[in-house]
């Protein structure tokens, strides 16, 4: 370490950040290590994609907290594993590929060496030997490894656990397939000599029903013009929100993750976790848990039946009509000649729609009668098919019983096309029940009548189950996760085939083979069925052998499903992590992140973890056992007004003048006052080059918007940025600053100079004109209690998450010790290490001047005492006949007679009370002090 005469005296936050930074770098300072006597703390952060824009201000709010909290875990004794990686596949490096011809791989670790930089220039103690990007062969490797795992894998539902394959396969064959209780899907019956006689080729295909990573045929949206496979979320009015081009619905054999089969476990076992409720219960939802009855229903006509579930059975005789999803695979047997066209034109229309467009779109009701029939069960009279856009073929069954009198959407369907509406239940005991409550007694019902509904709904389940037309049912939102891409940039499936039509089932590579890595391509815009780019690299695909390659690959979630545990033992060959690592390790304390996850990542997650758990490769059921959820730090956003039809844009004052339309344009081009730099926006882009701006008062002035932080808003700020201004330690204290981390909260720099001069003052107790002036002088009882009264605060919220309250308290703790010209080391060394986990450099300079060993960052955290906390005297208000004139600081319990004469003797008392007799002294010890005259 340096000693004291080669410091620069100044608070010069460029040169000590440098410095420092350097210097932890080189003494391995957050190196952690697996082997420790100290107890272990784990803290995540959610790690980032690494974009093209770079890290916003925004993103660190989450890292800072959890870099605060790590440093206060280390200094309170911790062994704590806070680490970083990258989320590296996805599909904007793909895009990028596509329009530049630059291989994903070397954009991807570009954005990856900027990332670092951000990263590293805001301080964050990662141990960088740890660092993970998913899309590493050697990462890879263990994503590739898991999925093979799980193909040989199906959930037991007797034993409520996931097993090896194996143990289904010897079920099978000693008693046929009512041995074994799996989850997947309905298929044949057989005994043990049926499975024992079938063909490897048959066998396989029931297999494929049970285990946990399995192929289905899916509808996928597909995009000719881009040639993609794009998501639900990209495809709007049946064009691709990115260029608005066509798309069209393709059928095509994907992988899947079988997560339906963990459902009820992803429930129950949320009830021990230390998440935010709200965040429960969007994974509840998600989930999806419902308790009702499936039914049959015959087809008049035809020798077929669909399946409904319904959480209502009670309403069957308020059935009127049935509706199928558009997609179901009855639709076109079941289609009367008559209403083949108009079938088939809805079916175009439909075709178009996302299924977030159906499910959004209330006020429009669309439909077509399929000119089928149902048999009602109870009454046998005939119940019309129609098919509708509210119904998906992706959840439940793909068909409903639509009883109008009691569901909103039937209700609007059927008056729509005036089917009948019975009603069935008489409300009128309930005052202001709804269509969906639960409540009331049944009419209209045949045997059903005069039941109160929750009665109705169990009698009718048991009927159903006597007649052998339905049964009681527990049914989940939840669907199992689509798990193939028809991209390049992923994860390769180690799957081969026997024929390049996947019409045989699919077969494992070894172990030994993997990692398998991705080939080089020509171009990366998929192909004209719909395959990915990999289908053209011929002499990748098809091996010598004879078999084929899967084109597939994985998606973006597969790597960051379980990354949390590499961290624990990055570098090990062998294993995805090492028993002894994991048991040491055990799961995540704490893990701070964006609601943008709170579905996906977590559920997927917690699956992955599931299974290992199964396996007996993990000790804790659950990975996450503390989720904080930061909030957004938003940006403030110029806009400016352009006539409508015109290249032309006017000052904000004179828009209302005119039909308008707002433009983002760039926040570097406008100053704290809205005011634009027009030439500096004409020299950005040409189609601002030759527009014509119209002035208010000799000025332009651009109208605001608060928002998300977005590169396509262009109200992105650099946090290298801030730091060049300010440093480091000043943007971490003014982000944690802004209020609770939980909260969002707009970005604005207008407090950020409160900050920086926070940081001077704090230097200034330390070090003036250049020389240190801390002295051993022993610590007064009022700076004492400064220093135990600040570390009892920050030490409480602290262990609360509550940053901001702790930024505020070390101000008002540097406000009063400099009020009392305080540059004693008793104090100020506490101090450093206190304020050590928001402000990691300035407190590592002036520690080192300070003349210690070692680094503020593994000093010991102060503890505060009690005893100098203890108030000695009370600050009485006093007042007169009344009115409070003045406050007195009196001894702690001192009694009446004392507190009498001390009050009456003071100056300003006297010359309230002058000339007057006393007539009572009230005296209410540790409150008041009342004199009446």
Not at 648 to 675: A, N
């Amino acid at each position: 370490m340096p000693n004291k005469l080669e410091f620069n005296m100044e608070y010069n936050f460029t040169e000590i950040e440098a410095t420092w930074r350097q210097k932890w770098q080189e003494n391995e300072l957050y190196k952690v290590s697996n082997n420790s006597d100290k107890p272990k703390y784990y803290v995540l952060d959610m790690f980032p994609y690494p974009s093209g824009a770079g890290l916003h201000v925004g993103h660190p709010l989450g890292y800072i907290a959890s870099d605060i909290y790590s440093r206060y875990k280390r200094l309170k004794g911790f062994n704590v594993l806070h680490p970083m990686g990258f989320d590296a596949f996805g599909l904007p490096a793909e895009q990028y590929a596509i329009e530049t011809g630059q291989h994903p791989r070397t954009s991807t670790e570009k954005n990856i060496g900027y990332f670092k930089e951000q990263l590293q220039n805001i301080g964050f103690s990662y141990d960088w030997s740890r660092e993970v990007s998913t899309c590493d062969p050697e990462y890879f490797k263990w994503t590739q490894w898991a999925f093979l795992q799980m193909f040989h894998a199906w959930y037991n539902q007797e034993t409520d656990q996931s097993e090896p394959i194996d143990t289904l396969i010897a079920k099978f064959a000693q008693g046929g397939s009512a041995a074994a209780k799996g989850a997947g899907g309905e298929h044949e019956a057989f005994d043990a000599d049926g499975w024992n006689d079938m063909s490897p080729s048959d066998q396989q295909r029931i297999l494929m029903n049970y285990r946990l990573m399995f192929q289905a045929e899916s509808e996928v949206w597909f995009c000719e013009a881009l040639g993609t496979v794009l998501a639900n979320d990209e495809v709007k009015d049946g064009l691709s929100e990115r260029g608005g081009h066509p798309v069209e619905k393709k059928k095509l054999r994907q992988w899947f993750l079988r997560t339906t089969a963990f459902a009820e476990r992803l429930l129950g076992d949320l009830d021990d976790l230390n998440w935010p409720e709200s965040m429960k219960e969007m994974q509840r939802n998600w989930i999806g848990k419902s308790y009702g009855a499936s039914i049959h229903f015959d087809i008049i006509g035809h020798d077929k039946q669909f399946e409904i579930f319904t959480t209502r059975a009670d309403t069957i005789f308020g059935a009127t009509f049935m509706v199928l999803a558009p997609e179901h695979e009855l639709v076109a047997e079941i289609t009367t000649p008559e209403q083949k066209e108009k079938i088939e034109t809805y079916l175009d229309y439909v075709r178009k729609r996302s299924e977030r467009d159906r499910l959004s779109e209330v006020k429009v009701v669309t439909g077509e009668f399929t000119g089928a029939y149902a048999k009602h069960p109870f009454s046998g009279e005939p119940v019309p098919i129609w098919i509708a856009e509210y119904v998906l073929a992706s959840y439940g069954t793909g068909a409903i019983m639509a009883v109008p009198s009691d569901d909103d959407r039937d209700n609007a369907f059927a008056e729509k096309f005036n089917i009948p509406i019975v009603e069935i239940i008489d409300k009128s005991k309930y005052p202001g029940a709804g269509r969906s409550d639960k409540l009331g007694i049944m009419i209209n019902s045949d045997f059903l009548d005069g039941m109160e509904v929750p009665e109705a709904i169990q009698h009718i389940t048991s009927k159903l189950e006597d007649m052998g037309i339905g049964k009681g049912k527990i049914n989940y939102r939840l669907r199992d996760a689509g798990f193939s891409r028809q991209r390049y940039w992923g994860e390769p499936f180690p799957i081969v085939y026997d024929s390049e039509d996947l019409s045989e089932m699919p077969k494992t590579l070894p172990e030994t083979e993997l990692p398998l890595r991705l080939p080089e391509v020509e171009s990366y815009s998929q192909s004209p069925d719909g395959r990915s780019p990999i289908a053209a690299i011929r002499d990748w695909v098809e091996l010598p052998n004879g078999q084929y390659r899967e084109t597939d690959t994985m998606p973006g979630y597969a790597g960051s499903s379980w990354y949390f545990l590499r961290y624990m033992d990055p570098q090990n060959k062998g294993t995805f992590v090492g028993q002894d690592a994991i048991n040491y390790w055990k799961d995540v304390d704490l893990y701070i992140g964006g609601t943008e996850h709170a579905v996906g990542h977590l559920l997927y997650s917690r699956t992955w973890h599931k299974y290992f758990y199964d396996q007996g490769l993990v000790p804790t059921k659950e990975p996450f056992q503390r989720l904080v959820n930061q909030g957004m730090i938003q940006g403030r956003s110029n806009l400016i007004y352009r006539i409508k039809g015109e290249n032309k844009f006017v000052s904000l004052e004179l828009k209302d003048q005119h039909d308008c339309s707002p433009i983002h344009i760039p926040i570097k081009f406008v100053d704290g006052k809205d005011m634009l730099d027009i030439e500096a926006l004409k020299g950005w882009r040409s189609d601002f080059e030759e527009a014509d701006f119209v002035l208010h008062e000799g000025g332009f002035k651009c109208d605001f918007d608060v928002e998300k932080m977005s590169k396509r808003l262009y109200n992105v700020t650099d946090p290298n940025d801030v730091i060049s201004k300010y440093g480091a330690d000043t943007f971490r204290l003014y982000i944690m600053f802004l209020g609770p981390i939980e909260d969002s909260k707009p970005w604005s720099t207008k407090g950020i100079e409160g900050t920086a001069k926070f940081l001077k003052k704090f230097w200034r107790l330390f070090v003036q004109d250049e020389q240190l002036i801390v002295t051993d002088d022993k610590a007064s009882p009022e700076e004492l209690k400064t220093l135990h009264k600040t570390i009892k605060k920050v030490d409480h919220d602290l262990s609360t998450l509550g940053m901001n309250t702790c930024v505020s308290a070390f101000m008002v703790c540097v406000n009063e010790l400099t009020a009392a010209k305080c540059h004693k080391r008793e104090i100020l060394e506490p101090l450093l290490v206190l304020l050590a986990p928001f402000a990691p450099f300035v407190t590592e300079e002036l520690y080192q001047r300070l003349g210690n060993e070692g680094s503020v960052h593994t000093a010991v955290y102060p503890e505060h005492d009690e005893q100098y906390l203890k108030e000695d005297a009370y600050e009485y208000p006093i007042s007169i006949n009344g009115k409070m004139r003045i406050k007195i600081n009196l001894p702690l319990g001192i009694d009446q007679a004392a507190a009498q004469e001390s009050v009456l003797a003071n100056e300003m008392v006297q010359k309230w009370i002058e000339g007057k007799d006393l007539r009572k002294f009230i005296y209410v010890p540790g409150r008041i002090i009342n004199i009446v005259v």
